[in-house]
């Protein structure tokens, strides 16, 4: 893989903290997130749908010259400490204005009205790049390296009919088209980071007797992430199925016992919607981005 230029590397990471700085001068929530706030069903979708998102950029090329990961990308990476801390004002602000496409003084009604239309909170970050501000300076970076837009996953309205391939397990249900070579480059990736958090979480387990919910918590939220992205997009029959489901049932049991039987409404108590968690949190540089791996596991 091809090295940063030194110009490229300079004005993506000033753009990121510029976005960074803004978002994370924010005080007072908008009235978009407002609403969220008052229903902790809605805000616990919403923070996950962050961590979604955040799954998917760790899953991209790590080259800034393949165009994969936007400004915006990075920004939600520092701002949620790559996927630690949904809750932080500033990335719950960020993603419903650069994914979601929310202005901030959306009144409530309207809010709903724009989720619904992107469909369910649960598939957002999977459609996220597909439409609002991020799919267009996205693709206009994406045009000019490679001639199509290779940023966003396809949707499983979007994709391609797979039945008549047969049973060629070399397809594992694609076609040749672009489109499919990349739902299969895309899902190859999200196995990747599914096969390095597992061998990090058994290999903590070997050498030190004991399970860290750090690690425990990333092995569930990236077999899960893997699971959803397989089964929306045709890939039912894929071998690792079977693998990756055990993986998450396993890790997602494992969480709520470590976190003192307490299941997954997201794993903690909501505290102050975030905001006393920045003199704590560490800024990353650029190099951060690259990263598959969750902070300080």
């Known amino acids: 893989m091809s090295s940063f230029s030194v110009p490229l590397s300079k004005s993506f990471q000033r753009k990121v903290d510029e976005l960074v700085q803004k978002y994370d001068r924010i005080s007072e929530p ?5 609403d969220f706030l008052r229903n902790p069903d809605e805000l616990a979708c919403l923070m996950n749908a962050v961590r979604r998102q955040v799954l998917l950029v760790q899953a991209r090329s790590r080259d800034l010259e393949d165009a994969q990961i936007t400004v915006y990308d990075g920004a939600l990476l ?16 960020l993603f419903l204005a650069e994914y979601l496409g929310l202005v901030p003084t959306f009144p409530a009604s309207q809010v709903k009205q724009k989720i619904v239309h992107h469909g369910s909170l649960g598939s957002a970050p999977i459609r996220a790049t597909e439409s609002g501000h991020a799919t267009e300076r996205a693709m206009t970076t994406d045009e000019r390296a490679h001639g199509k837009l290779e940023h966003a ?9 797979r039945h008549h391939h047969g049973n060629d397990p070399t397809h594992l249900g694609f076609g040749s088209s672009s489109s499919d070579k990349h739902l299969r480059g895309q899902a190859d990736r999200l196995i990747e980071v599914y096969r390095s958090a597992k061998n990090e979480y058994y290999g903590e387990k070997k ?3 004991a399970e860290g919910l750090g690690l ?9 992430n893997t699971l959803l992205y397989l089964q929306g997009n045709g890939m039912s029959d ?5 693998d990756i489901k055990y993986s998450f049932e396993m890790a997602k049991d494992k969480a709520a016992q470590l976190s003192g039987g307490r299941g997954r409404r997201f794993d903690e108590p909501l505290r102050d919607a ?24």
Do not use: M
């Open 216 to 224: 425990v918590r990333y092995l569930r939220d990236t077999a899960e």
């Open 238 to 242: 894929h071998p690792l199925i079977p």
């Open 78 to 93: 520092i701002l949620s400490n790559h996927g630690d801390d949904p809750r932080d004002t500033g990335a719950l602000e």
């Open 153 to 161: 996953p396809v949707s499983r309205d979007d994709a391609p009919s």
């Open 274 to 297: 975030g905001r006393h968690s920045h003199r704590h949190k560490r800024r990353r540089s650029c190099r951060d981005v690259d990263s598959y791996r969750p902070n300080g596991r």
């Open 207 to 209: 050498r030190d007797g």
């Open 30 to 34: 908008s009235p978009a997130l407002r």
